[in-house]
């Protein structure tokens, strides 16, 4: 059972364009989730997070989006840049979870062509 | 400061044979934890570790695998007897404390079984 899921194992976008990468939850108990950024034989690094209180968190060329009612949150990168090319993972926590406290997706794979 | 460091960044075993991983956690982080990522799959959560309590080892695949971490610092993540399907990248993490949310990931080491 998936808890966390990325539906687009890949998305490609023209440089200077907006990068649109989505998730899906389906524990409404996640009360925080994270945007992590992993380049080939690296270990992913945090990008950007948000807290259930919220619905927008933006820190610079990044925003996500969290829609509780969907159970959805969203990541957007604009003006997207070659060097974001990388896989991005999104990660959902409650507190008082097991499981290492972070369940992830499987990862969306963007490409950003100059 | 130093990030979290893992070793080796790769290594090649024989089918039934046993391996160990090192992870050296970012210093005063006393939260931390095993992940592996098999190809084209996200983060799959292994085992846990905070301060001196007994570890979160719900996600450990089999008896075959197992961790400690002495110290309080420096964990080993053992395999005994590897089969070819535990062929991965192996990832370690580290935070502040299970509270904190953000974790902070090696480099992975990439285990293949032949």
């Known amino acids: 059972d998936q808890q966390v899921k990325q539906n687009s194992p890949s998305l490609s976008v023209q440089e200077g364009r907006i990068s649109i990468l989505n998730c899906d939850y389906t524990?409404?108990?996640?009360?925080?989730f994270l945007w992590y950024k992993k380049y080939p034989a690296e270990g992913p690094t945090f990008l950007i997070s948000?807290?259930?209180?919220?619905d927008k968190n933006e820190d610079g060329r990044f925003t996500v989006f969290l829609n509780k009612s969907a159970k959805h949150l969203s990541l957007h990168i604009v003006p997207s840049q070659p060097g974001d090319s990388a896989v991005y993972f999104c990660?959902?926590?409650?507190?008082?979870?097991?499981?290492?406290?972070?369940?992830f997706g499987k990862g969306t794979k963007l490409s950003v062509k100059p | 400061g130093a990030g979290v460091s893992q070793s080796p960044s790769n290594k090649v075993t024989e089918k039934g044979k046993d391996v160990e991983l090192r992870c050296d956690p970012i210093?005063?982080?006393?939260?931390l934890y095993w992940y592996r990522q098999s190809l084209g799959q996200g983060l799959e959560f292994l085992i846990y570790?905070?301060?001196?309590?007994?570890?979160?080892k719900s996600g450990l695949p089999s008896d075959r695998f197992s961790a400690e971490r002495t110290g309080g610092s420096v964990s080993t993540l053992t395999i005994q007897r590897t089969q070819q399907e535990d062929s991965a990248v192996y990832l370690c993490?580290?935070?502040?404390?299970?509270?904190?949310?953000?974790?902070?990931f090696g480099p992975g080491t990439r285990l293949t079984v032949t």
């Open positions: 993490a580290s935070s502040l404390s299970r509270d904190y949310y953000e974790q902070y």
């Open positions: 524990n409404s108990m996640f009360d925080y």
């Open positions: 948000i807290s259930s209180i919220k």
């Open positions: 990660a959902a926590s409650y507190y008082g979870g097991s499981q290492g406290n972070l369940i």
């Open positions: 210093s005063g982080h006393t939260a």
């Open positions: 570790f905070q301060g001196n309590s007994a570890p979160d």
